[in-house]
């Protein structure tokens, strides 16, 4: 195809700009800013609240903002993940589960020689990379069955998604028979302990923020959930692809669940529960669209910790945690209510 | 002839310059015509000659820009579908809309349900009720049979009880027997007659013209949104017909590229993709433009889909530059160097809610502008910006989210899309329907200039003007079939015409 050697004509446009300062601005601020103010306001009314009824301060105090991150590490990671599906135009309810799932699976291979009875006697005091990988594994293979499912047999991914989620509860149970697997390695316990936790949630995210908006992956992936009709016509593998992003969001499962259970030094069957709704809300929050094509991890990460502030603020202001489940629900409501009026204000200006 | 006409049929609809624009064209420009109760009125035209919009019109679903439709005599003012049946006017959609799942007694009484004291509904009162109406329809079919197990051809009868249950006087059927075996066409006529001598006026949309001579009293030809003629069958030939509805000036609004084929691209040998389309075969030269003519429903785009493998055919051969290929997904197409662009922008081609950047770069990113899997943002902008600039894309940069952006500037991007591919063989399906008219002239000029330099270009269009305009050679479809393949200079809107209707 040529380009030139054509006479301009009067109506010719300006060859389009690749995002000048101006346009930038005419189209606003990202739109992480808007969720950005709401984490900065609500810290602000924590903070202004804690000086009118406990007497000291939120935000100055290093080691609640530690543990308030802390907190939400786990669901951050899951997070991480679970962006990446709803762009895809998915939904992944099995998280929970397969983060239970791992953290036995991880555990029973992380067990000490001081183990009474260890769930496999001959494995104890294995090299980390052991329950590590294995942990990894498992939760990459849940993904894995839910991408095959939803890419095979086109059923939709809230049920496939759904299907894993009760059974790999259900597998976590019988994996020891409902006992809860302890005694484990002081290496294995390290990786849940101080802010380990949280640097492997930033890592997480920083990884994938690279992936989603620097790489092929990441431009498949949008493309998928902007409109998996036209992505197909474009030449991309639309099966092939959302089994790999299912597959990276049950692996990131994997990890969130040896993070759980290195944390509690032990795996229980009944970990993770309804961590799958946290990590969504997460990024629904943070701007996240569940018809999909739209979302960043940066908004997810803003999400999360918006969910941890809501969390630890409650805690000091020694408000029930009934209220703050209740005022979650509102948050979340309400987060996706101001996202729609955001993007009809979009498409409205044309 | 349908039933014994009253020897003064009383006027039952009448259309009274009725205009309607939609952006960019002119749907309907000034046409009146009227039908008589007990009559079938048959409505003829190229496709986009206005027809569809017209019967829309009268069913409720648009509402005119200018003039008025009387019924019996009375203005008549719809502003939805709802009115226009409580006015006894129903519309048989090409695409039915029946509820599968529920039974045939179920779908003719949706929302007025025979209901006892309770509001609890009362099966046996539905279901014998609409057996009422069937028989009157003389239709054999067991009211509680769910819609999901019938036949094409069966749900149409349940659409028409349907229909005859809200009491219609007048109805409008579009290409009804598109999906009909001769057996159940002729049922459908006798049922047609049936209704027609109860005193129901029929308006009748079709493409076949034997059906014609057949089934209606009176027969309207629409062009280019303008009423040409209202006349009887019998006084018309099939050649008459044909010449109505083409017969239009010709602009010379095309470029065109000089015949200069080079050697074979793309050859189909006996692809076949039942019911779509049989045994075709042709060959697409270098430098040469292929036009596919046809009605829609013809197969063509469906054609395009399996040479780009989307939906392969069944079987057959697809021979690129005279090496038999498999082409059973489009990245084996693109490998090959074929590109598709789809007919239906919004379905298949945008990503409406990404940027154009996003837009353009997308499939060139399956196997270029990539290292190691990082996108080379550098370079794959800088191409795409070159193109948009050479496309004359009108967008404020390339951040723009697509949708807000006209039709024909995203048809361009869309066109980018797979330049930026350098395709050996493009397949265009209708490249420039919903694009106004500047736009139009400019995709034709790119179109041109890319058969210049050597690619192979598929042009399927309904647009007459850009078929004879465009093309070298001109292969026309019907009903599934390969009907002729025309040079350029043999080829003429009647000859066209005349294959693709048959």
Sequence with gaps: MSTGQREPMSEAPAPPSVGSAASARARGLPSEASILMVLVGLALTFELLGWIFVGQSFLFNAQRLVVMILQVSVIGIIAVGVTQVIISGGIDLSSGSVVALTAMVAASLAQSSDAVRAVYPALIDLPLIVPLAAGLAVGALAGLLNGTLIAWTSIPPFIATLGVMVSARGIAKWYTRGQPVSMLTDSYADIGGGVVPVVIFLATALVFHVALRYTRYGKFTYAIGANAQAARVSGINVPRHLIVVYTIAGGLSGLAGIVTSARAVSGQSGMGMMYELDAIAAAVIGGASLSGGVGRITGTVIGTLILGVVTSGFTFLRIDAYYQEIVKGAIIVVAVIADQYRQRARSRRA | MAGPAPAAPQCLLEVRHVSKAFPGVVALDDVSLSLKAGTVHALMGENGAGKSTLMKIIAGIYRPDEGELRLRGRALQLRSPMEALHNGIAMIHQELNLMPSMSVAENVWIGREPLNACGIIRHRELNARTQALLERLQIDLDPRTPVRALSVAARQMVEIAKALSRQSQLLIMDEPTSALTDKEAQHLFTVIRELTAQGTGVFY???????????????????????????????????????????????????????????????????????????????????????????????????????????????????????????????????RGVALVTEDRKESGCFLGLSVLENLEISVLTREFVRLGFVRKGALTRACAAISHSLRVKTPDLHERMENLSGGNQQKVLLGRWLLMQPKILILDEPTRGVDVGAKAEIHELISRLVAQGAAVLMISSEMPEILGMSHRIMVMHEGRVTGILARAEADQVKIMNLAAR
């Excluded at chain 2, 009423?227 to 009887?232: N, S």
């Excluded at chain 2, 074979?264 to 433009?289: C, M, Q, T, W, Y």
């Excluded at chain 2, 469906?302 to 780009?308: I, S, T």
């Excluded at chain 2, 069944?314 to 498999?326: A, F, H, K, T, Y």
Aim: glycine share 10%; proline share 7%; with cysteine.
């Design chain 2, 205 to 335: 949309i079709t493409h076949r013209m034997d059906e014609l001579f057949e089934i209606a009293d009176e027969v309207s030809v629409l062009r280019d949104g303008r009423h040409i003629a209202t006349d009887r069958p019998d006084n018309l030939s099939r050649d008459a017909i044909i010449r109505m509805m083409v017969g239009r000036e010709l602009a010379r609004l095309f470029p065109c590229a000089p015949a200069n084929p080079g050697p074979v691209a793309l050859s189909a040998r006996a692809l076949n993709l039942p019911p779509k389309f049989h045994d075709v075969s042709f060959d697409l030269h270098a430098g040469e433009i292929l036009g596919v003519a046809g009605l829609i429903g013809a197969g063509r785009s469906q054609l395009a889909e399996a040479l780009f493998g989307l939906t392969p055919a069944s079987s057959g051969q697809i021979l690129i530059e005279g090496c038999e290929v498999r082409v059973d997904c489009p990245g084996a197409a693109m490998a």
